[in-house]
Each structure stands twice: as C-alpha cells, then as structure tokens.
C-alpha cells in the first residue's frame, strides 16, 4: 500500500498519459472542475501521515478546550 507522498506520484504517473492526451478545452473544463470542488470544499484531505496526526491532535486540544474551559471558568 502506497503512502504519503507516494500516493501523489502514482497518481501522476499513472494518469500522465491520459492527461497529456486532452485537448486545449477539455483542460479548460478540467482545472474550471477543481476549481469549483476546491472553493466548495471545507476540508481538505492529508496526504502524509505526519499531517493526519497532527489534525487529529489539533482537534483533540480543542475539543478538551471546548469541554474543560468552561469548568475552570465558573
């Protein structure tokens, strides 16, 4: 099973073909495709694991935040 960083390069090198095949316009509607998933998107997906980690960590502080804070606070 591919990780990280490699996951990005078999994409890459497993489209290349593909990709380099498409004509002026479909390229248009391809990036204009991305452009309008990435403006919809929230969140965006981690490819390394190290990046994953430290989501999970950032939300696990601010959820003991959200649930302690108040308690220490009365």
Do not use: W
């Amino acid at each position: 099973m591919l990780r990280g960083k490699e996951v990005l390069q078999a994409l890459v090198h497993n489209n290349r073909d593909e990709y380099d095949q498409l004509t002026a316009q479909e390229l248009k509607e391809v990036i204009c495709e991305f452009e309008e998933c990435k403006a919809t998107k929230s969140k965006a997906f981690r490819v390394s694991a190290k990046a994953r980690i430290n989501d999970v960590t950032r939300t696990l502080a601010d959820v003991e935040n959200e649930v302690f804070l108040p308690f220490f606070h009365r």
